[in-house]
């Protein structure tokens, strides 16, 4: 049974970078075929996805983010992280890791809790 969590910082100031950290048991990061999102959702919006990094190790991520997006993976600790670098306050909102197959796209079968995240001075 596939587990995630997230971790990091709660408050975050404006230009600074946004660093969280999956953490992963039950399966292995590097399982054939999955795929590993960070996905959020600010206040009063719905959910947008910010990019993955697949099984290989190969980031992807929205357009709309990709200039200010890294997401890496330690696969010793099963984890993978989120870099958002240059934050501003229209960036506040809960930020969810959550796995899906290759053979499912735009599905995720496994979600972190989420956890807040607010940019803020």
């Known amino acids: 049974q596939v587990q995630l969590q997230e971790s990091g910082p709660g408050l975050v100031k404006p230009s600074q970078t946004l660093s969280l950290t999956c953490t992963v048991s039950?399966?292995?990061?590097?399982?054939?075929?999955?795929?590993w999102n960070w996905i959020r959702q600010p206040p009063g919006k719905g959910l947008e996805w910010i990019g993955y990094?697949?099984?290989?190790?190969?980031?992807y991520y929205s357009p709309s983010l990709r200039s200010r997006t890294s997401i890496s993976r330690n696969t010793s600790k099963n984890q993978f992280t989120l870099q958002l670098s240059s934050v501003t306050p229209e960036d506040t909102a809960v930020y969810y890791c959550?796995?899906?197959?290759?053979?499912?796209?735009?599905?995720?079968?496994?979600w972190g809790q989420g956890t807040q995240v607010t940019v803020s001075s």
């Open positions: 039950g399966d292995s990061i590097t399982t054939n075929d999955y795929y």
């Open positions: 959550a796995r899906n197959s290759g053979r499912s796209t735009g599905t995720y079968d496994s």
């Open positions: 990094i697949t099984y290989m190790g190969n980031g």
